[in-house]
C-alpha cells in the first residue's frame, strides 16, 4: 500500500503534467515551483522507510527528470535549440493515474515536439518573407536564392541533428553492448570461482576424513599397546614373585 508521502506525489506529478499539456503564457511560474517541490518529494521519498521498489522509483525519477528537461527546453532562445533539446527528453514508459490510456509525458512530448516544430517553420518563413521584403526591389532572383540558402541551411541543420542523435544511439548501442561482455565475463569468472571452491570444499572435507580415520588409527594402535605393556608388566610381577619368594 502506497503511503501518504507517495500519494500526495503521485497527485502533485499528476497536476505536472496536466499542465505541462495545457498552453501556457511566459508568465505562468506555478509549474516550475511545482516541479521544484517534487524534485523534494522525491528525495524524501526515497529516504522513507516506507518506499516504492527502486523499478518505481526509476520510473518516478524519469518523469520529474522531463518534466524538467522540458522547462529548460522552454527557456532555449533559438526553437530549433528547443527542438533539440526536446529530442533528447525521455518521457516515462507508464501511466502516472489508472485511467491514463498512455503516458502523459508521452503526450506531453509528442505535443512539445510539434510545438517546437511549428515555431522552427515559423521562424523559417518569417526570415524567408523577410528576406524576400529586403531584395524584391533589387532582384527576385536573388531573393530567391536566399530563401534557397535559408531553406539549406535548415535542412543541413536537421540533417546534422538526425545525424547527431544516430550517433549518440550508436554509441550508447555499443557502450550497451560493452557492458553486456563485461557483466558476462565477469559472471564467468565468477562461476569458475564458485565450480573452483567447490572443489576444494570436496577435497578439504575428503582430506578431513581421512586425518580423522587416520587419527583414530592411531589412537586405537596407542591403546593396544598401552594394553599389551601393562600385561607384560603384571605378568612379569607375577612371574618375579613366584621365582623370588619373599624372604622371611
Known amino acids: ?4 508521502l507517495e500519494i500526495n506525489f503521485i497527485r502533485l506529478l499528476s497536476r505536472c503534467e496536466t499542465m505541462a499539456s495545457e498552453k501556457r503564457g511566459e508568465t505562468e511560474w506555478r509549474l516550475e515551483k511545482y516541479v521544484a517541490a517534487l524534485v523534494d518529494m522525491l528525495v524524501a ?3 522513507s522507510p516506507s518506499k516504492p521498489t527502486q523499478e518505481i522509483l526509476t520510473e518516478y525519477t ?3 527528470d522531463f ?3 522540458l522547462l529548460e527546453a522552454e527557456k532555449l532562445a533559438s526553437p ?3 527542438a533539440l533539446a526536446n529530442q533528447f527528453l525521455a518521457p516515462g514508459r507508464t501511466p502516472t493515474i489508472a485511467n491514463e490510456r498512455m503516458p502523459a509525458t508521452k503526450t506531453v512530448h509528442i505535443q512539445s515536439k510539434a510545438r517546437f516544430t511549428g515555431e522552427m517553420r515559423d521562424e523559417l518563413l518569417a526570415d524567408g518573407d523577410l528576406r524576400n521584403r529586403r531584395v524584391l526591389p533589387l532582384d527576385e532572383r536573388q531573393s530567391a536564392a536566399e530563401l534557397d540558402a535559408v531553406m539549406q541551411h535548415h ?4 540533417e546534422k541533428l538526425a545525424e547527431d542523435m544516430l550517433n549518440l544511439a550508436r554509441n550508447l548501442k555499443n557502450n550497451t553492448l560493452a557492458a553486456q561482455n563485461i557483466i558476462k565475463q565477469d559472471n564467468q569468472t565468477l562461476s569458475q570461482s564458485m565450480r573452483q571452491a567447490d572443489l576444494n570444499f570436496e577435497k578439504l572435507k575428503t582430506e578431513s576424513e581421512r586425518l580423522e580415520q587416520h587419527t ?3 589412537v586405537n594402535w596407542l591403546l593396544w599397546l598401552m594394553l599389551i605393556l601393562v600385561s607384560f608388566t603384571f605378568i612379569s610381577m607375577i612371574l618375579f614373585i613366584r621365582i623370588f619368594p ?3
Do not use: D, F, P
Open 1 to 4: 500500500m502506497a503511503s501518504r
Open 246 to 248: 619373599r624372604l622371611r
Open 80 to 82: 530549433t535549440e528547443k
Open 155 to 158: 535542412h543541413n541543420l536537421q
Open 62 to 64: 524519469r518523469k520529474v
Open 45 to 47: 521519498l526515497r529516504k
Open 67 to 69: 518534466l524538467k528537461g
Open 216 to 218: 583414530k588409527k592411531s
